[in-house]
């Protein structure tokens, strides 16, 4: 069929537009990390200044996972940890998004939302994708499935 090798074509020149011909995998991945230690910086500097609204991607280990809260839009919520002295609460709305599966303590995700200040370290939301696609969306990478 002639649809196949078109749908080829698509791919490719959608992987061209966004990367680019002369950038390697390996650079792509090198600028994702800096990217999330760059918004790590953000994310110390936001708490420490009490600074809220900054949208960030950054990576943490799951230390507690606590109850859904279910007054209003439902959300799954759980604590990671930064560094040592810099935890996040983590609050995934599942009414918008898939819920995150088998989330234990000691994994790592990645995830990309909006930083809220808090005394306790404060508070990533808007882990998922906007239904009414105003802004830009965030998400969450847990064992190799991003959920948006």
Known sequence: MVRRPLIFILIFLVILFEYGCDRSSS?????????????????????????????????????????????????????????????????????????????????EIIFCGDYEWNDKGGAIHWTHHDPDMRRVGGWIEHNGRRYE
């Open 27 to 107: 650079e792509i991945i090198a600028k994702h990390i800096h990217k999330e230690a760059d918004d790590q910086a953000k994310i110390e500097h936001a708490f420490r200044t009490k600074q809220s609204g900054i949208f960030v991607t950054a990576r943490g280990i799951i230390i507690k996972i606590l109850s859904d809260d279910l007054r209003g839009r439902r959300h799954q919520r759980f604590i990671v940890e930064l560094t040592p002295k810099q935890t996040l609460l983590i609050a995934h709305n599942i009414d918008i998004a898939p819920r995150v599966e088998n989330v234990r303590i000691g994994d």
